[in-house]
């Protein structure tokens, strides 16, 4: 009986999964993905940290805006705030901006949002004694937050943060949406260059995400255990 | 594109608002059928990822990591394009009489939610204590039926307040439908922006509609937590 699959689509257009045209055109594929991806935690742990500090600073004026903002970027599809970024920015620097960077923007700010909730919950997870200790020892309120009570609930954030990174991995397939060369699209070209071979084709694009996104599920796991124990202090 | 004036009056009446409204309406029947489905899909897969027979359970917890692990773009696309492949012909020609990219949408939105789900529901039950079990089925329950009248009744009051939230998710992944065609809330917005070059305007009554639905089902979250799981204040069981 012949096999209904057919995988040698898969080995011909292997390299271009990969890298995209990269040597001749542009860097592209799964490799395009990784990098906006990493690009994109980076930046959204920054801006995470400063969301999150911001939303539990006692001065109300500030406090109360960002919790509305992140809210609201928390309420809309991831889809929504690509688009968005696709039409304000070049609205806003008046020329035409890459793909990549309307992309990496977008992820950036919704991941950021994200991650300010983790930081949040990372904070209050820090007894609440500590910080009036820190106080009362003459230090000031930033500085018991940076030397005191953020190393600490850091750690605690790590697990989530690698968990945000593999959101994040399987985000960026959205980029799609604005045409970036990322590995669906690539997927996507090859789908309608060949149009017969779509299901071998979507089958191993699942499965590259799949087996990347899992070693890192399992980093994060590996990391809940082995920093749990440290949490009894 | 030039940010000429804001006017959102295009999209408050006529042609366009009746766009948005179809959307809307796409939208929600959309993510209410995959929600409905998910749910017992994910609810069979938990009691399966928790049964004793190994093959049983690690093909439940295969299904949980493949489908948690793969982006919904890319599964829309394989029951979009790749199920000719794969279904029967006659099925096949039954399904393209129809409306085959909404009937997509929520076969691809229904495996990635029941994934989610699934763990949701897994959580809630191991929160339940172990000699719940041993005791229902010391006193003659079978595996299946003391999970019914003992178990899942209790977890199903805990897993509430999560399977709220999915169902926010999948409001907000059936965004996503828009690749394979489908006429959601977000497909619409794109048709105006490209018939009317209201960018603006279209995105922004799409994504007061999305908040709105976000914000109500928040509310009704905090209120189930407030009234139903603690009504004597935080901190009762």
Redesign the interface.
């Known amino acids: 009986m012949e096999s ?2 057919d995988f040698s689509v898969i080995s011909d257009n292997f390299l271009q999964l990969l890298i995209g045209r990269y040597p001749h055109g542009p860097l592209g594929g799964l490799a395009l993905t990784l990098i906006l991806a990493f690009i994109s935690v980076i930046l959204s742990i920054f801006g995470g940290l400063i969301l999150g500090l911001l939303c539990i600073s006692r001065n109300k004026f500030i406090s109360l805006p960002i919790i509305a903002i992140v809210n ?1 970027v ?7 705030v690509i ?2 970024m696709f ?1 304000i920015l ?2 806003i620097t008046g020329g035409k901006i890459p793909e990549n960077t309307t992309v990496i923007c977008a992820l950036s700010i919704f991941t950021s949002c994200y991650i300010s909730q983790i930081v949040i919950a990372g904070i209050a997870s820090i007894p609440r004694g500590q910080t009036e200790a820190s106080i009362s020892t003459g230090l000031t309120y930033w500085q018991s937050m940076r030397y005191i009570i953020l190393p600490q609930g850091l750690r605690n954030m790590i697990p989530s943060f690698v968990n945000q990174f ?1 959101s994040l991995i ?2 960026t ?2 980029g ?2 604005v045409g970036v060369s990322e590995i ?1 699209q690539v ?2 070209q090859i ?1 309608n260059r060949t149009q017969i071979h ?6 191993f ?2 499965f590259i ?2 087996i990347i ?2 070693i890192f ?1 399992s980093l994060s796991r590996w990391l809940e255990k082995s920093l749990s124990w440290k949490k009894v202090i | ?3 000429t004036q804001f006017d959102l009056s295009v999209v408050l009446h006529g042609k366009y608002a009746e766009w948005l409204y179809e959307g809307l309406i796409t939208t929600l029947q959309l993510s209410s059928i995959s929600c409905v489905l998910a749910f017992f899909l994910g609810l069979n897969i938990a009691i399966m990822r928790m049964t004793s027979f190994t093959p049983v359970r690690w093909f439940a917890q295969c299904y949980l ?2 489908f ?8 829309l ?2 029951w979009y ?6 279904l029967p012909k006659p099925i096949n020609d039954f399904l393209n009489q129809y409306n085959f990219e909404f009937v997509a949408a929520v076969i691809a939105l229904t495996f990635y939610t029941s994934a989610f789900i699934a763990e949701d529901i897994r959580s809630g039950i191991t929160a339940i204590p172990k000699e719940q079990m041993e005791a229902s089925r010391s006193s003659g329950f079978s595996y299946l039926r003391s999970m019914h009248y003992i178990i899942l009744p209790q977890a199903v009051r805990h897993t509430i307040p999560p399977l709220i939230n999915q169902f926010l998710n999948l409001t ?2 059936s ?2 439908a ?2 394979i065609g489908v006429g959601e809330l ?1 497909y619409q ?2 048709q105006i922006e490209s018939q009317a070059f209201k ?2 305007e279209a ?1 922004f009554a ?2 007061f509609i ?2 709105c639905i ?2 109500s089902i ?1 509310i009704l979250v905090t209120w189930y937590d407030k009234k139903v799981l603690n009504p004597l204040g935080k901190g009762t069981p």
């Open positions: 209904i699959f609201i928390r309420a809309m599809p991831l889809l929504m688009f968005w039409f070049p609205s593999v399987k985000d397939s959205l799609y949406i669906t997927a996507m789908n779509s299901a071998e084709i979507f089958i694009l699942a995400y799949f996104c899992f599920t | 594109m030039s940010a990591e493949f948690r692990n793969t982006p919904l773009i890319v599964q696309f394989f394009f790749g199920s000719y492949q794969i907000k992944n965004s996503m828009m690749v977000t917005a794109r960018s603006f995105f799409a994504t999305y908040i976000s914000f928040t």
